[in-house]
Structures are given as structure tokens and as C-alpha cells.
């Protein structure tokens, strides 16, 4: 302790800072001898808060002080020297509280530190302290612990708030926690003190912006909740720690009664109204008594008190005697809100029925035993009586200084207690009087059979109060973290000041900007009426202050026994105690808000109340703050007296009336010598504010912008309550105005009120942030943080009151205004600002109009506060681009105001029914040639021309009058549409400006070059404004050229009646666009000088089938041509190749879903919309597919059909029908060649050969399925010829259409994309530029491409080099180039390889595959392989004719003699090179006719298979004629070896055996032939360690070795296998070593199928 007292915060006199400069004084005094003390430190203060004889100071650095009368240490700290508390150093403090006799600390993490007077658990359970401390003489940690969530969490404080017996914390979740003692606390308990930090379930849920302590009781001010719909009660959820009945604000909402349903006691009715006139009791409770304290506390003032019992301390006491009775009786009713929630000793509940209201308020007192009777039914609670306090009773004040402290927070089950009891030491309770509960039963009796008013006190308050019942409702507990948002952390580096919870606030509406919506909520003792509910009764929870809600309190401070509400209009509102004057108006106790008397042009920005006094922080008629006090003046005191008084107030119940004080707040001249003061701070009878020093102007800027929002809000709110709001809801103002202007009012109305509560909300966020200016950053003002919003709300507001201008309204409203004022037109002076005048019809105008010069006066301070700063800092630059926005804002709006004047007085000069049509809101004038300075080229004589060029229109006017108000036509041309071009000035001398729209053009001319000048420049700066750009006087005829806009054509044409949303280009539609008409086309798609072209999606409804037609794919010149997908409305779907809008080129026609009568696929040519030239038609419906030639629609040249039964038929069609010669083939192999007449009938010469190789050669007539009738002669074969099957096989396709000719449109198509007229005839580098160009659109349309895609695109983006020579070295980029554009569909080739492959499996899948159809589908990629051929060809014309040789480079023939000799000759060929690519994809189709070709011999093949591999090895090699030598030994089995026996089987050759079975994986036949080579590569390895030296095979070894791996192999369709090779191999490799190994397996294909002996 003595160190402390040796330790002052400083030991010589420091330089004093310029920011943060304390000034503290004693409140009591007339002003002119207060005795003003200036504290000196070394650094600046953050934060001054004072209790009742102490205080602490927080300064920069987060260093806590403290001095005062410190009684917990024994220490009185002269405030010249404050000690440093040392324990809180390296605590990063950012916030300190002081209570009564106790202080509290906040740190940056969030942690509560405490230490003071703990005699009712104000401080908590702390570390280093015990429930029987009642002292904490250092600061030690409080943690707030949520136990309702799993695992238990610390909370985060933000706030912190004491008052003499409480303390109580406000969370980064915005919840409020409590602790210590008495009913201020709000919670749901019955023991006290409260050692551990409690939730207020009360205020859970809720969003708790700012908490206040008085002395007993407590404020909270929190953000309303979203009207609710009151007509439907919400369902009651009994949560835990929510109260189980419905409070009081919740039964007002829901019955349609007055406040007589306001329990006069402070809680909640516990009768719930059921009908009428019945009331439903609840339970009532006993609980068991707990002392509060165990001893008395010590003296904690130094001045003495009189012998006996210190004032009040016993006053409604009692000794009881030592039998039980009493000379005196004091009645203790429990109150508590929660009735029904509460048990009995042994935890059952008590259930004690209630008597009905109505029977009791009717019932007269006759006696104190009745009263009690009464009370206890009232309450449900037990009556407790209190011991005596005896003389020496030295309790402390902190206990005793109100009367109305919640009655009991100890409630007993005995109903009296006698002082024998055996409890003996005080309670922390002071009794209620008999008399005054008494006073107060009457007073409501009265209330409820006259005005049923809830005050008793202030019943003339209840007309005024009635009409503003409070919007929202109590809230409910929630267990989770998602209650409220979590604010933001603070700056590490910075710490905050005592205006952290207000710096808090301004981002509690989640943009940024403070919530003024809010509420005030009150709980506690409320004896002075200091919880402001209309009466004196206590409130064990919080309940909210109905009059303030809707009053935009923005910060709530507590006295002793008074209470202060500071709005955002700068008005305080003040209830409570008003024995010194403390609340600024009148000199009766108030116990409903009521509002401060403060003189004109006085706007308080900060309140604070101490023990009897108020002190309130005002804008004055300067810059620099001023202070105004409410409170006592002692001048007549004598120094003794004053002390005397001093102590007797400090220990009395209730404050005594002041000898001398004021009735409104005093201006305290002193303050001018502070500086400029940011906050005040009150506490017991001192008062303190914190200064700072205009260093460089910086201060005196952040001070005039505050103080010029406040006044801008409070004017905005006096228009809005004066003016606006009465004349909107006036039911005259839809007549007078007329409905368009009605509108235009009412929206006006709505941009005024956005703008005042944009305003509002700034106003507040800069008065926060002048309490914590040292630690706020200048670049988090909001109007650099909120540019874009105030620029927003500004442009809103003044384009609202200029089409309101325009459209005359202020006329209307004007006379409006006059009949709604009358006589109270001073009114409107009021409102009005210096330099207006006060009469005509511009007053309104002028008036509204005020706003607009605010974003000059922003731009004006931001400049003066960016000159405090560096050029080179970010501050400035923030700075200086927030004055350079403002400034331009501002002269952009002004400009907009001009224009709204000028055009009202153009339209008020030009009135007329004709000018009323072109009078829109938001159309402004520009200029006009009424002076005839413009007119048309080529005009009539006679004839007069009127331009008007508005903002965003140029109006053409035409009369034959010669009058500027009168004309006959108009025509009105969107500038979004309209381009404007200078005319070079010729020999003719016409000054001309050329004006292009989409449908018309024509010609202005001028009377003077400057004339000219003067609308080009207008036109060009209105077009460019109205297309988005500054508008700020571009070049002549430097407007957009290319533009996207809106038009609705008008004129005859294709676009007719058409709106039109896209792209233009000197009037003509150009770009991407939508086309609608009325009847229900559209196009989406690319447009070209005024015409569809290029790709696009269009809808063309059809009103015989009520179903659109849809297409979509590539147009040109307003036409479809090119490759598209047309679906029809009749359910047909054609995708293919089209042609001045007809079907041209290759293309696939089907049926679709919706045609029931038929189905049917054609794929093929088409020629003018018709099918001519080879095409394949699959008619599902009858099971025949057709492939052949077409002409005009129907099938006539060489066709080959083939039906689902297996027939056959290849022949000549005439006009779609079968006619001339014809080959036909069953199933069975019977034949028919000859004649035909129509469809499957025979009519003429003709051969019919059986199946078994018998002829009928003769005359035949009728149909082939009914029966035929023939002449002629019956043949049997000759023993030499030929099978029946191998004569039908020599008959096959000599009608068929050429391979070569088939399918010529796709590669037409192909050749087409690569910008060639024909095959081969085109430039090569157009090719490569239309490729380019594919991949590059596809790009950039198709932003949904995978990422595999993306690269095989990007890779196609590299092209060889196509114009040398190919050789060996770059013969591999080409094939990579080949196979990765082949696998693209988007490239040209990988298109066609798409295509060939459809056309393909459309005509030999299904009904296609019919096994006669193999040598046409060999053929048919044979031809595929050679028109690919040549288009590679095209491309890479180094490359060598088909089964050319590559040469090696040139540069190194040494090693091209080398690669020659070792590794063979390179050969391209198109099988080798394309056969890859083609081949897997039509695989199954080609492999399933094969298949049937070879299926009797398969079954042959297979059933040997079967039976030969039923031997085991060695028996299998012997009858297979190998040599023994051959025969393996040993074979491995998981890496062990073990012999192979007569009976192993599958154990010999087994590599090799896999090997070969892989040939049915493969597609390619260069794939198949590499699967044998590596079979006998295995057998020849196996084979090896048996042998010595060197070996060769021999045909006469192998032969035998190599049929037996073909058995093992078990290979299906081997014979397929064999013909598909033999047919596709390349031509290359049919005579070397693949060509004898592929001979080889051939071979043994063969002796497996004819080996009868096997």
C-alpha cells in the first residue's frame, strides 16, 4: 500500500498531450466558482468513468488509473496524482467501469477483471476470493462462462456496466450478463447474491446494443424486432429460462384492451383472460429463505454518522417480541414474474389458486390483517417480516438508500418470521411501508374504475402514451451463437476508448450504419419512477418503455435515481428523480420519459448522469461543443454544511429536494476553455469531460461535419413530422394533385424519408465517432466507406423531386400546403434555412431543394481534413477522392436541377393536349429550334418543323400553322437509337447534320455554323448520357457507333411490330440480339448489317398445331443456311444442312414421338428441300430399311432393300416403286432374279433358284408373300456346278449403288466448312483460317467446355507447319494433330468423323444388319478411307500419295541410313493413318455382320473347340502331331515350379495362349496382326530353353505348336476375326512377316473347321 502511495502516475510535470485532455469538477456550485481541475499525464486519455467517491482513467497504451476515496485499500488518491493500477499492465485494457463502491475492467480478448466492495457479489466469485470476502482489493479475472451449450464456452464481453450492488456485461453476441444483487439484475432467481455471471434470459434473443447502471436499477437499449402480425398469438414455448407465461407487452398485443391489464406491481398478471368476464387463476409459490449476508459492512464513508440508527435505515421496521407478537406489522409480498416456475423446499411445485381480480378490486381495507390477506392472493407470494436493524447497526448505504428494493430476494415458507428465529444479521431488502402499498392498491382501484390508466402517478400521461404501444416483444432464450451478428474486432494496435459500445453500434444494423430503431428497456427499484413505466414499482425483469420506442434512441444514461435517453434528433428525454432539477424540466418526480427543455439551436450529442445532476454535450451556434447542466446549486453552503449534506445524502433512502437549482439545462461558459470537448462522464457528485486540441484543424472539421449532420437530420425530421407527412396523409391530395402526380409525390416522400434516415444514421456513426476519435481511423468515415450508398440515396432523392417539378406538382402542392397550414404558416419559416425566402410558389421548391447543398459542404470539411495530411499518406488519397466524388456528385445534381427548372417552364410555356403526350417524369429538355434555327432539308415551303431534343428523345413536330404551340404530327426518336453525323460542308453552303435512326434517315440543316456547333454538341453529349457514358461534351460525331439499346420497329418489313433487345451498328441492327413480334416469333442470335447471320436460336409458332416450331443453328443474310437443328410442331426433328431456308446438302430426318400413323428416320441428301441423291430411309413402323438413290422426294435409281425377316433385295426404283430387273434373297438362300412391277411383285422373265440348288426359269407374276404364279421350266444342278449359296454370292451387288457415290454430301459438307466450293478446290490458308476460327468461336461461346476440352482446343491452337515437305521427323505432330482433331467435334474433321460414323450405324444397325450387306459395308470404309485420304491431302500436301513412302530428313542421311536398314521404311497409307480413327468407332456394326457372314462355319469351328479341348496336354500334343521336344516340363504356378504330368491340362503355352486371346480386344487390323506377333514372340521364348543354340522355325513345327494355342485360346468368331483382318489389312504388310503369321492363324482356322479326322 505505501508503495502505491509513492508511486504517482507521474513524477515530474509532463508536456501535455494535445488529444484526451481530462477535466473533472464537483457538480455542486454556481459555474463561475467551480472549481475546474485539469489532470496531467503523459499520455492521452481514452476513457474517464466515476463512481460515487472514486474514478478510473484509461489512457493510451491501455494503462488503468484510479484515485478518489479507494476504500477497499484504505488509500484516498488525490485526483493530481492517480495511482497506476500495475496489475492490469500487459492486459491490453480497452474499456474500464466504475460502480458505486467497486471497478470493473474490459480487455481486448474480451476478458472482465473486478475489484471494489463485494459485499453483494458485485464483483463475482474471482479467483483470489471466497463468498465471504467483501472486498476485493486487486483486479482479478470474472469469467463469463455459458453453461448452455455443449462444451460450456467463455463469452466474449464487449461492455461493461456497475451500479452500486450489480454489475452487468454485454457480450460480442449482443446478449446482456449479470451478477451481484437485488432485482436490477433482470434474472430468474431467488438467491442472492449472484456470485457467477447469469444470462438475462429476458433480453435473449435479442440484440442488445448498450447497457446503463444506476444505483439500483438498470437500462438496456436494444434494436426493435420486425413488426409482428398481432391478431395471432405466437405458440408459447416453455424454454429453459424463459419465463413459462406471457408477458405483459404480449398480452397487450393480443387483447384489444387499454393498459388496465398492466399489473400494477411490476409483473406479469398471473390470470389469463379467458372470454368475457372470466379470469383463469395461476399458481402462486413459496420458496425457502436464504440469507444475503452474514455480517455488516464496513464504514464506507469517512464522515461520521449521528449516534442511533443512520436515516431510513429502519424506517417500516419491526421488532417482533419474544413470543411472536408483534407491536408493529410490516407486509413483504414476493414479488416475482415467474409464478409458476418455482417449487417448494422438497422441488415439488406449489399450486395455490388465486382469487379473481374483479372480486378484489372492488374490496374496501378494513384492517392490516386484511390487507395482508389481499396481498398475498395478489402476489401468490408468502409475507416475510424483517428484524430491526439495532443502533449500531452500520449497514451500507449501498443497502439502504431506496425504499423500493424488490421487496425480498429471500422469500420464506413461514408466513412470519420472528427475530428469535435465529437469524440474526440484516438483510440486503429494505421493507416496503404499509402505507404506501396501501396508497398504491387505492391509486389503482381508482385507476381501474376511471381511466384504467398503468400509471399511478402520471395518469395525465395515459392519453399521450396510448398511441404509441410498443411494436415488438419480449424476447425468447436462445441456446445456440446465432443470436445476433458478432460485431467486428477492434484494431490490436488501437485500442478503444469509453465510446467502444457506441463505435459498436454504428455497425449494428449489418451495413455498416447504426440501427435507430430501437428500444429502451428498464428493470430494477423504481421508487423516484426512474424505470419511466408510469409508476413506482419495481420490475424483477426487464420491460420495455413504450413511449421511447419509434423515438430513435441512440444511447440510454443512468443516474442514482434518474434516468436520460438521447436521440438521434438530438433530443434527450429524461425520467426519474427530479429533487435537484436533474431532469431538465419541471420539479416533480416523472415517472414516464418526458422531453428536456432545451433552448433553440441546441442539439445534444452526449448525456451523462451522475448522483443528483445531469450533464449533457450540445451543438451550439459555433464549431466547438458546448456543456449544458441540470442540478443543484449550493452557493448558500458552507463549506461544513456541504460536507454535512454531502454524507446525509449519501445515506438517505431516497434523494432529497435541492434548496436551489434550475429548472432547464445551464449553459456552463467554462467549457470554452476545454477545447473541443468529446465526451462527458457523471458519477456521485463530480463531472468529467475528455478535450482535444485543434491540432492543424483536424478537430474543428471532424466537429463541423458532426455538428452539420445533426442539424441537416433534425431539419430533415422537422420537414418530414411538419410537412410531408401531414400533407401525404391528407385525403385531399389525390384530387388536387391528380393521380400521375399523387405517384410522383408519394415516391418523393419515400426518397426524402430514405434520405432521412441515411442521414440520421450518419449523424449518429460520426457522433460515435467523436467519443473515440484518438482511437478511430479517418478513412472509416462513412462517407468514404458508404460512397456508392449516399450517392445513391442522393440521386434518388433529387431525380424524385425533379420529376415531381416537371410534372407541375409544386403547384398543386402548393395550394395544398395553404389549405392545410391556414394561419400556421409560421410553420414553414421554421423550416425554412437562411436566404430563403417565405412566400410565392417557389418556397416548397427552394425548400426541398436545401438537401442537395450538403454533398458541398461534404466535399468542403473532407477537403480541410485531407489538408492535416501528407500528400503522399493513404489517408489523403482516401481523402481527396471522397471531396473529389462529393464535389462532382454535387454539380451533377445542381445541373440536374437546372434542367428540371428549365423544362417545367418550357412545358408551363408550351401547355397544350398535344405537348401533354410527350410530358414524361423523367423527360428533361435540352434544347428546341423554336426560333427556327433548325429545320428539315428539303421542307415544304409552307410547311413548319419543330425539333425538341430532350434527354432522351429528339421530338420532330410538324404544322402547317406557323406556331410554336401548335402542331399536327410528331415523331419521337429514342437517342438510345439514334446517331448523329456532321455533313462536310460543300459548295451548296448548308450547315447539315445527318440523323440516322433504324427505320429512317434524314437531314437537319442548320441557319448559322454555330447553330450547328450547338446542337451537334447537344445531340452528341444527350446520346452519350443516355447511353451510360459523362455526357461531358463529346466530339462532334465521336458518339457510339456500335451500341446495345431497345427499338420497337414501326415501319413494313420483316422486323414489323418486332421489339428488338441487342447490338446495333450505325442504325442497323449488328451484333448479338433478341427479336420478338406479336404473333410470337423471337430470335436469339447474331445479327449482320440488319439481318439474321451467323448462329441463332429462333421460335416460329404454328397456330393450326398451337406448338412452335424451333430452330436453331447457323442463318445468313436473314435466311437459315448452313448446319442447324429444325424441330417442326408436328413432332419431325431435322438436323442437317440448310440453304437459303431449305433443306440443302446432307441431313437426318426423323419422325419424332408425336407421329403415330408412322416412324421413320432418313438420313442422306437433300436438294431444295427435297431428298434427291443417295440416302438411306429406315421405316420403322414396317421393319424395311431403303439405301439407294432419291429423287424429289421418292426413291427411284439403284436401291438394295432389306426387311426385319431377313429378305433381301438390290434392284432399280422408278417413282418409288420397284421397277425393272431386280435380285431378291430369303433367309433360306432361295433366290429370285428377274422382273419387277411394283414393290415385292414379280411380273415377267426371271429365274427362282432353291434353296437345295434346284431352278425354275420361266414367265412369273404376283406378289413374293401371297404367292407366284409361274411358266416355265423345273431344272435340276448339275453335279459340276456351283453351290446355290456361292451362285446367289456371284449375283450380289450389281445393282448397288457405287461405294464412292455414297454419302458424297458429307464430305460436300466438310469441304464446305473449309471454305471450299468442291473437293480440293479452295485455298489451303482459307482452310486453316476457318479453322482457326471454329475453335476460336466455340471458345468463346461455350464458356460450360470441361477442362479435357478446353485443352484438346487449346491444343488444336498449334498447327504444323503444313507447307514444307513431310518427313519421318515431322510425320508424328501430324498424326497428333490428326487423332486430337478428330476426337474434337467442333473441328471440321472431328465433324466428319462424327458423321461418318452416324451414317454409318444408321445403316447397318437394326434392321441394317442383314449378313448380304458385309461387302458393301467393306467397301463402304474402304470409300470413307479415301475421300478422308484426300482432305489430309488438302491440308498437308507434303505428304505422299496413299502407300507412299516418308522420306527421312535431309539434313542427316547417315542416319537415315540407318533408320532405313534398322527400322524399316515409313509407308502412309490411308488405312494405316485414318483406319485407327475410324475403325473403333464403327467397330460393332462392321464385326456383327461378320459374324452372321461366317456363323454356320463358326458353329462348326466352335463345336470342335469344345471337343478337342476336353483332352489334356500331352494327349492334345501327341494327336496334334507336335514334336516332343516342344513339350514343355515344367510350369510355373505363382513363381514355384512343378512338373507337368499326362493328366495337367491348360498348363503348356500358357503366355502365349493369353496372348492370342487378346485379339478380341483389339478393333484395327494392324492391332489384331501386333497380337499375333506377340503370341509367337511367347512361343518362341517358352520354346527356346528347351532347344540348344540357335533356332529357326520351320512351317512343319510351328504349324502343329501354333494350332494347339489357338485351341487353348478358345477364341469366339475367330473366323469373323480372320476375314475382318484379311479384308482391312494393309496392303503394305500382306507379304512380310505379319502377312505369314496372319497366314498362319488363317491356316489353322481352317484345319480346326475341316479336320474331320479331329
Known amino acids: 500500500m505505501e508503495n502505491r502511495e509513492d508511486s504517482p502516475a507521474y513524477e515530474q510535470v509532463p508536456t501535455p498531450p494535445e488529444r484526451g485532455l481530462l477535466h473533472i469538477w464537483k457538480s455542486a456550485g454556481p459555474s463561475e466558482e467551480l472549481c475546474l481541475e485539469r489532470v496531467l499525464l503523459s499520455r492521452p486519455v481514452l476513457q474517464v468513468t466515476l463512481g460515487e467517491h472514486h474514478g478510473l482513467l484509461l489512457t493510451q497504451g491501455s494503462q488503468v488509473y484510479s484515485f478518489g476515496e479507494l476504500l477497499w485499500r484504505d488509500l484516498s488518491i488525490p485526483l493530481s496524482a492517480p495511482v497506476l493500477e500495475e496489475s492490469l499492465l500487459g492486459k491490453s485494457v480497452v474499456r474500464v467501469a466504475a460502480g458505486g463502491f467497486h471497478c470493473g475492467a474490459l480487455s481486448e480478448q474480451g476478458n472482465v477483471y473486478m475489484w471494489g466492495e463485494n459485499t453483494a457479489g458485485q464483483c463475482g466469485l474471482t479467483e483470489k476470493g471466497t463468498v465471504t470476502n467483501t472486498t476485493v482489493s486487486e483486479p482479478c479475472p470474472v469469467s463469463v462462462v455459458d453453461s448452455e451449450v455443449v462444451p460450456p464456452a467463455v463469452v466474449r464481453v464487449m461492455d461493461l456496466a456497475c451500479g452500486r450492488e450489480h454489475s452487468l456485461a454485454l457480450s460480442s453476441q449482443n446478449e446482456l450478463w449479470a451478477w451481484g444483487s437485488g432485482c436490477q439484475l433482470g434474472l430468474v432467481t431467488n438467491n442472492f447474491p449472484v456470485w457467477r455471471p447469469q444470462k438475462v434470459e429476458h433480453l435473449a434473443g435479442r440484440h442488445v446494443i448498450q447497457v446503463a447502471c444506476g444505483a439500483y436499477h438498470s437500462l438496456a437499449l436494444v434494436r426493435s424486432l420486425l413488426p409482428q402480425n398481432t391478431t395471432q398469438r405466437p405458440p408459447e414455448k416453455k424454454e429453459r429460462g424463459q419465463s413459462p407465461h406471457s408477458s405483459v407487452t404480449e398480452r397487450e398485443e393480443s387483447f384489444a384492451v387499454d393498459d388496465a391489464h398492466y399489473c400494477p406491481l411490476g409483473v406479469e398478471l398471473t390470470e389469463v383472460l379467458i372470454g368475457e368476464h372470466c379470469l383463469l387463476p395461476l399458481s402462486a409459490l413459496h420458496s425457502q429463505t436464504t440469507p444475503r449476508r452474514k455480517g455488516p459492512r464496513r464504514r464506507l464513508h469517512p464522515v461520521g454518522r449521528s449516534a442511533g440508527s443512520s436515516p431510513g435505515s429502519g424506517a417500516g421496521s419491526c421488532p417482533y417480541s419474544g413470543d411472536g407478537k408483534s407491536s408493529t406489522t410490516q407486509m413483504l409480498p414476493q414479488l416475482d414474474g415467474h409464478a409458476d416456475n418455482l417449487t417448494q423446499t422438497d422441488g415439488r411445485p406449489v399450486s395455490h389458486p388465486l382469487s379473481c381480480w374483479g372480486a378484489n378490486k372492488n374490496s374496501a381495507f378494513p384492517d392490516e390483517m386484511e390487507l395482508q390477506n389481499l396481498l398475498q392472493k395478489l402476489s401468490g407470494h408468502s409475507l416475510e417480516m424483517q428484524p430491526v436493524s439495532g443502533p449500531g447497526d452500520t449497514d451500507s448505504l449501498s443497502s439502504q438508500t431506496s425504499d423500493d428494493s424488490c421487496v425480498s430476494s429471500t422469500p420464506s415458507t413461514d408466513l412470519l418470521i420472528s427475530s428469535n428465529s435465529g437469524v440474526s444479521g440484516p438483510y440486503s431488502s429494505s421493507p416496503v411501508c404499509l402505507e404506501e402499498v396501501r396508497l398504491c392498491l387505492e391509486a389503482e382501484k381508482k385507476a381501474l374504475q376511471g381511466q384504467k390508466s398503468s400509471s399511478l402517478t402520471n395518469i395525465h400521461q395515459k392519453g399521450k402514451t396510448a398511441g404509441n404501444r410498443r411494436r415488438s416483444l419480449p424476447g425468447t432464450p436462445t441456446h445456440g451463437r446465432n443470436g445476433s451478428p458478432r460485431r467486428r474486432r477492434p484494431c490490436a494496435c488501437r485500442p478503444s476508448s469509453a465510446s467502444r459500445t457506441q463505435a459498436a453500434a454504428s455497425e449494428e444494423a449489418g451495413d455498416g450504419l447504426p440501427s435507430m430503431e430501437t428500444e429502451v428497456w428498464s428493470w430494477g427499484r423504481g421508487s423516484e419512477g426512474q424505470l419511466g413505466h408510469g409508476d413506482q414499482l419495481a420490475r424483477l425483469q426487464p420491460l420495455c418503455i413504450k413511449s421511447l420506442t419509434g423515438e430513435e434512441v441512440i444511447k440510454v444514461a443512468a443516474g442514482s435515481h434518474h434516468s436520460l435517453a438521447l436521440s438521434a434528433q438530438c433530443k434527450v428525454y429524461s425520467w426519474g428523480s427530479n429533487m435537484c432539477g436533474q431532469l431538465g424540466h419541471g420539479n416533480s418526480p416523472v415517472t414516464v420519459p418526458q422531453q428536456a427543455k432545451l433552448s433553440d439551436g441546441l442539439r445534444v450529442w452526449d448525456v451523462s448522469a451522475g448522483q443528483s445532476h445531469s450533464l449533457l454535450l450540445a451543438d451550439g451556434d459555433c464549431v466547438q461543443p458546448i456543456l449544458l447542466y441540470c442540478g443543484q446549486h449550493q452557493d448558500s453552503l458552507s463549506g461544513q454544511s456541504k460536507r454535512s449534506h454531502q454524507s446525509q445524502r449519501s445515506c438517505q433512502r431516497s434523494p432529497s429536494r435541492a434548496e436551489i437549482y434550475s429548472v432547464r439545462p445551464t449553459l456552463l461558459p467554462l467549457c470554452m476553455e476545454m477545447g473541443y470537448i468529446s465526451s462527458v462522464r457523471c458519477g456521485g457528485q463530480s463531472c468529467a469531460v475528455l478535450a482535444d486540441q485543434n491540432v492543424m484543424g483536424f478537430i474543428s472539421a471532424i466537429h463541423e461535419l458532426a455538428s452539420r449532420e445533426r442539424h441537416f437530420y433534425c431539419w430533415l425530421s422537422n420537414t418530414r413530422k411538419l410537412l410531408l407527412t401531414p400533407l401525404r396523409n391528407r385525403e385531399g391530395v389525390c384530387p388536387t394533385l391528380g393521380e400521375p402526380c399523387t405517384h410522383l409525390f408519394f415516391s418523393l416522400c419515400e426518397s426524402f424519408v430514405r434520405l432521412s434516415i441515411m442521414i440520421g444514421r450518419h449523424a449518429t456513426s460520426l457522433s460515435y465517432f467523436l467519443h473515440d476519435v484518438q482511437g478511430r481511423d479517418v478513412t472509416s468515415l462513412l462517407l468514404l466507406t458508404h460512397t456508392d450508398d449516399f450517392q445513391d440515396i442522393y440521386k434518388e432523392y433529387c431525380s424524385a423531386l425533379g420529376n415531381f417539378q416537371v410534372m407541375g406538382g409544386f403547384q398543386s402542392l402548393h395550394k395544398l400546403s395553404l389549405e392545410f397550414l391556414g394561419s400556421q404558416r409560421s410553420m414553414l419559416a421554421q423550416l425554412c434555412v437562411p436566404n430563403q425566402a417565405v412566400s410565392g410558389d417557389a418556397d416548397l421548391v427552394s425548400l426541398l431543394y436545401w438537401p442537395l447543398e450538403q454533398l458541398h459542404q461534404y466535399s468542403r470539411v473532407l477537403l480541410k481534413l485531407a489538408a492535416c495530411y501528407d500528400v503522399l499518406t493513404e489517408e489523403y488519397q482516401y481523402l481527396h477522392q471522397g471531396c473529389g466524388q462529393y464535389e462532382s456528385l454535387s454539380l451533377s445534381l445542381l445541373r440536374r436541377k437546372k434542367e428540371a427548372e428549365t423544362t417545367f417552364v418550357f412545358w408551363k410555356s408550351h401547355s397544350g393536349k398535344n405537348t401533354e403526350v410527350l410530358r414524361l417524369p423523367q423527360r428533361r429538355v435540352v434544347c428546341e429550334s423554336s426560333n427556327r434555327s433548325l429545320t428539315l432539308q428539303k421542307a415544304g415551303r409552307f410547311s413548319n418543323h419543330w425539333f425538341i431534343l430532350f434527354n432522351d428523345a429528339l421530338v420532330h413536330t410538324q404544322s402547317s400553322i406557323p406556331s410554336q404551340n401548335f402542331f399536327s404530327t410528331h415523331h419521337v426518336y429514342p437517342l438510345t437509337c439514334l446517331w448523329v453525323k456532321p455533313v462536310t460542308e460543300d459548295t451548296s453552303g448548308l450547315y447539315a447534320i445527318k ?387 478428330c476426337e474434337t467435334p467442333i473441328h471440321p474433321l472431328g465433324w466428319l468423323v462424327e458423321t461418318l460414323v452416324t451414317v454409318y450405324r444408321m445403316t447397318y444397325v437394326g434392321v441394317g444388319s442383314n449378313r448380304r450387306l458385309l461387302r458393301q459395308a467393306v467397301q463402304e470404309v474402304q470409300a470413307y478411307l479415301t475421300h478422308f485420304y484426300c482432305l489430309v491431302r488438302f491440308l498437308f500436301p507434303g505428304l505422299p500419295e496413299d502407300g507412299g513412302i516418308i522420306p527421312d530428313p535431309p539434313a542427316s542421311p547417315t542416319k537415315s541410313r540407318h533408320n532405313s536398314n534398322i527400322e524399316g521404311i515409313v509407308v502412309v497409307s490411308c488405312s494405316s493413318l485414318l483406319l485407327p480413327l475410324l475403325l473403333p468407332r464403327l467397330y460393332p456394326p462392321l464385326f456383327t455382320l461378320y459374324s452372321l457372314q461366317e456363323e454356320q462355319e463358326e458353329a462348326q469351328y466352335w463345336e470342335r473347340i469344345l471337343r478337342l479341348n476336353k483332352q489334356p496336354d500331352q494327349s492334345l500334343l501327341s494327336f496334334l502331331g507336335v514334336q516332343e521336344k516342344f513339350w514343355p516340363v515344367w510350369m510355373s504356378i505363382l513363381g514355384e515350379k512343378k512338373q507337368i504330368v499326362s493328366s495337367s491340362k491348360d498348363a503348356c503355352f500358357v503366355s502365349a495362349v493369353e496372348t492370342l486371346q487378346q485379339i478380341s480386344t483389339t478393333f484395327t487390323p494392324s492391332d489384331k496382326l501386333m497380337v499375333i506377333q506377340k503370341t509367337f514372340e511367347e512361343l518362341t521364348q517358352e520354346v527356346k530353353p528347351m532347344l540348344d543354340g540357335d533356332f529357326l522355325w520351320c512351317m512343319d513345327d510351328l504349324l502343329p505348336l501354333f494350332l494347339y494355342v489357338v485351341l487353348r485360346a478358345r477364341i469366339r468368331n475367330l473366323g469373323a476375326e480372320v476375314n475382318l483382318i484379311e479384308d482391312l489389312m494393309d496392303p503394305n504388310v500382306q507379304h512380310g512377316e505379319m502377312g505369314l503369321m496372319f497366314t498362319t492363324l488363317k491356316a489353322c482356322y481352317i484345319q480346326i473347321q475341316h479336320e474331320s479326322t479331329l
Open 995 to 1381: 440523323i440516322t435512326c433504324p427505320e429512317e434517315s434524314f437531314t437537319l440543316v442548320a441557319s448559322t455554323p454555330q447553330e450547328k456547333n450547338k446542337w451537334l454538341r447537344s445531340l452528341n453529349q444527350a446520346v452519350d448520357q443516355v447511353l451510360g457514358g459523362g455526357g461531358q461534351g463529346s466530339s462532334p460525331g465521336v458518339t457510339a457507333i456500335s451500341r446495345t439499346a431497345s427499338y420497337t420497329f414501326t415501319g413494313e418489313g420483316r422486323f414489323k411490330d418486332a421489339h428488338y433487345t441487342g447490338g446495333w451498328l450505325a442504325g442497323r441492327v449488328h451484333g448479338r440480339g433478341t427479336m420478338k413480334w406479336p404473333d410470337g416469333r423471337t430470335y436469339t442470335g447474331n445479327f449482320k448489317n440488319g439481318l439474321e447471320d451467323g448462329y441463332g436460336e429462333s421460335v416460329m409458332p404454328d397456330k393450326v398445331l398451337n406448338k412452335p416450331d424451333s430452330y436453331q443453328g447457323q442463318w445468313r443474310d436473314g435466311k437459315i443456311h448452313g448446319f442447324g437443328k429444325y424441330k417442326y410442331a408436328s413432332g419431325e426433328v431435322y438436323e442437317g444442312c440448310f440453304y437459303e431456308g431449305q433443306r440443302h446438302g446432307y441431313g437426318m430426318l426423323s419422325s419424332g414421338k408425336q407421329a403415330r400413323t408412322s416412324s421413320s428416320v432418313f438420313i442422306g441428301q437433300w436438294i431444295q428441300d427435297r431428298k434427291t441423291g443417295y440416302g438411306v430411309y429406315d421405316d420403322i413402323t414396317r421393319g424395311e430399311k431403303y439405301m439407294g438413290m432419291w429423287l424429289d422426294d421418292q426413291r427411284n435409281g439403284s436401291a438394295v432393300v432389306v426387311t426385319q425377316y431377313g429378305v433381301y433385295f438390290e434392284g432399280t426404283f422408278k417413282e418409288n416403286k420397284m421397277i425393272g430387273p431386280g435380285l431378291l434373297l430369303s433367309d433360306d438362300d432361295t433366290a429370285f432374279h428377274g422382273d419387277f412391277s411394283d414393290d415385292w411383285t414379280v411380273n415377267g422373265k426371271g429365274v427362282l433358284s432353291l434353296a437345295n440348288g434346284d431352278c425354275l426359269e420361266g414367265l412369273f407374276s404376283g406378289e413374293w408373300s401371297t404367292g407366284l404364279k409361274v411358266t416355265g421350266t423345273y431344272t435340276k444342278p448339275a453335279a459340276d456346278e456351283p453351290e446355290n449359296k456361292e451362285r446367289n454370292s456371284l449375283l450380289l451387288g450389281q445393282y448397288l449403288v457405287p461405294s464412292a457415290q455414297r454419302w458424297g454430301c458429307v464430305f460436300t459438307e466438310c469441304w464446305s466448312r473449309l471454305g471450299c466450293d468442291a473437293a480440293g478446290r479452295g485455298e489451303r490458308s482459307t482452310a486453316w483460317e476457318n479453322i482457326a476460327v471454329t475453335i476460336t468461336t466455340a471458345q468463346r461461346h461455350s464458356p460450360n467446355l470441361s477442362r479435357s476440352q478446353s485443352k484438346a482446343l487449346e491444343s488444336l491452337e498449334f498447327i504444323p507447319p503444313q507447307g514444307e515437305a513431310v518427313t519421318t521427323a515431322n510425320f508424328d505432330n501430324i498424326r497428333r494433330y490428326f487423332i486430337k482433331a
